[in-house]
Nanobody, 121 residues
């Protein structure tokens, strides 16, 4: 599976962005998908994950109520809708795929290249 993330950019605090991650391969529907981020000078951290069916979704506490992960298996794409963005959300955002029920830092078989999100105050 090859992953290509897009949709990053510069936005003011309080604004919104929608990230997309397009996957190649016919087995996209068999994979859980996830979003991670890495802020300058920090390690990569988990943001959200969605199961292959979309029935199971998890978020890190800092984005609950502001971010929403979704997927379109027919389009082989996973999305991250980010609302009410804060300067601390500034990071490179990565998507990842895993054949298990979820994607974690230690359980991510495929990674995409990142897309930069910058939130100005």
């Amino acid at each position: 599976v090859q992953l290509q993330a897009s949709g990053g950019g510069l936005v003011q605090a309080g604004g919104s962005l929608r990230l997309s991650c397009a996957a190649s391969g016919r087995t996209f529907g068999n994979y859980a998908m996830g979003w991670f981020r890495q802020a300058p000078g920090k390690g990569r951290e988990f943001v959200a994950t969605i199961s292959w069916s979309g029935s199971s979704i998890l978020y890190t506490d800092s984005v609950k109520g502001r971010f929403a992960i979704s997927r379109d298996n027919a389009a082989h794409t996973v999305y991250l809708q980010m609302n009410n963005l804060k300067p601390e959300d500034t990071a490179v955002y990565y998507c990842a795929a895993n054949p298990g029920p979820a994607v974690t830092i230690t359980a991510a078989r495929f990674w995409g290249h990142g897309t930069l999100v910058t939130v100005s105050s």
